[in-house]
């Protein structure tokens, strides 16, 4: 019964930024790794970005040095700061919120980057 809704998604230009936001409910969050993932028309869903229960974090290499990935496990909501924004970020961004074989996904959040 675990559920996750992004927010923060929209139409930004190249350069510019955007912070997602997750917020979690009907988890116990401290304990689920989250995670970023994106998927563009025609293209598999890929990791942008993940941060373990205990902070650590893991990037993909396209978005390495722009994405910051973050938590606050008081609000049991997870963020994505994107920075730099290219077209090619064009895409419905999905939260994941994963404990073991455990696996909780968000309705995703299209972000558009175009001038």
């Known amino acids: 019964q675990g559920q996750l809704v992004e927010s923060g998604g929209g139409l930004v230009q190249p350069g510019g930024s955007l912070r997602l936001s997750c917020a979690a409910s009907?988890?116990?969050?401290?304990?689920?790794?989250m995670g970023w993932y994106r998927q563009a028309p025609g293209n598999p869903r890929e990791l942008v970005a993940t941060?373990?229960?205990?902070?650590?974090?893991n990037y993909a290499g396209s978005v390495k040095g722009r994405f910051a990935i973050s938590r606050d496990n008081a609000k049991k909501t997870v963020y994505l700061q994107m920075a730099s924004l290219t077209p090619e970020d064009t895409a419905i961004y999905y939260c994941?919120?994963?404990?073991?074989?455990?696996?909780?996904w968000g309705q995703g959040t299209q972000v558009t980057v175009s001038s």
């Open positions: 994941s919120a994963k404990l073991w074989i455990r696996e909780y």
């Open positions: 941060i373990a229960s205990g902070g650590s974090t």
């Open positions: 009907g988890i116990t969050f401290i304990s689920y790794d």
